[in-house]
């Protein structure tokens, strides 16, 4: 029972951390949609930070990389940026940001890896 409140607990913190981060007004002034972009980045450099520090299996680790990272990015947010994009036939801008998105997740994740098994 107390791995799911802690999951809920770590889902809630990183949900309102996202809510934060996308909608503060630096990222208006983009034609793409940057804050679901950045939450994302930045969720999985945390990712690959956090995976070789905190024991596999353990509360912490529930909480933090399925509560609060899970929480934190977001898949359906950014797919539904690229039904928007879509839907504005703004096609060059939808596979800019699809592939900005991929490759800058790949190399944050690999990224935060280097640096957490370094410490």
């Known amino acids: 029972m ?3 409140i802690l999951l809920a607990l770590g889902t809630a913190l990183g949900t309102a ?5 996308v909608s503060l007004k630096i990222f208006e ?3 793409l949609p940057y804050g679901t972009f950045t939450v994302n980045v930045v969720g999985a450099f945390l ?5 070789p520090l905190i024991i596999q299996s353990s509360l912490l680790y529930f909480m933090v990389i399925f509560g609060f990272l ?5 898949y359906s947010a950014f797919t539904l940026d690229q039904l928007r994009l879509f ?6 801008k939808l596979i800019k940001y699809t592939f900005m998105m ?3 997740c790949l ?4 990224l935060g890896l280097l640096v957490g098994v370094s410490l």
């Open 17 to 21: 951390l996202r809510a934060y981060i």
């Open 87 to 92: 839907e504005a036939k703004a096609f060059r």
């Open 102 to 104: 991929m490759f800058f």
């Open 29 to 31: 002034r983009f034609s």
């Open 107 to 110: 190399v944050a994740l690999a």
């Open 47 to 51: 990712m690959g930070l956090s995976m």
């Open 70 to 74: 899970g929480g934190l990015t977001t």
């Open 2 to 4: 107390i791995g799911i």
